[in-house]
């Protein structure tokens, strides 16, 4: 589920390593819905970001993990989850969340791309600001 831990570890941001013995059974035996999974690695994007934004000797670092980031910002499990029937929002309002965090991202890219440290940091905070915003809103619990 985590594609990104490479990086994560590769910017000296290690997780916790888990004991993966036979023995023991998994946590969650259940399908993850699409748009869970797809936040999960969102997620772990804005972890890698985070430490390094204001650095200007990691932009391009930034940049690399931007572009990840943006590509599932736009991945097709947001609309699957509008659709789906326990979906039990405004679609409206929802998809302004969601273009919200896509404008974020969007700039954070760009900035990260230009060696701009004020554009990587309100780029980052603006898609920051989305995520919170909507999960306070929908409560989606995903």
């Known amino acids: 589920m985590l594609k990104h831990l490479p990086l994560i570890v590769g910017l000296g941001l290690g997780l916790v390593s888990c004991d993966q013995s036979p023995d023991i059974p998994p946590i969650a035996d259940f399908e993850v819905p699409p748009l869970r999974n797809t936040m999960f690695e969102i997620d772990a994007l804005n ?75 309100n780029g980052f905070i603006r898609a920051q600001q989305s995520c919170t915003a909507c999960h306070k809103r929908f409560q989606p619990n995903i």
């Open 47 to 121: 972890r890698a970001i985070e430490p390094i934004l204001r650095d200007e000797t990691q932009t391009q670092t930034v940049a690399s993990t931007a572009l990840s980031m943006q590509r599932w910002v736009n991945d097709g499990s947001w609309g699957l989850y509008m659709a789906a029937p326990e979906f039990f929002g405004d679609p409206e309002q929802f998809s302004e969340y969601l273009s919200w965090l896509q404008a974020g991202t969007n700039q954070l890219v760009e900035a990260a791309e230009a060696g701009d440290l004020t554009g990587i940091r």
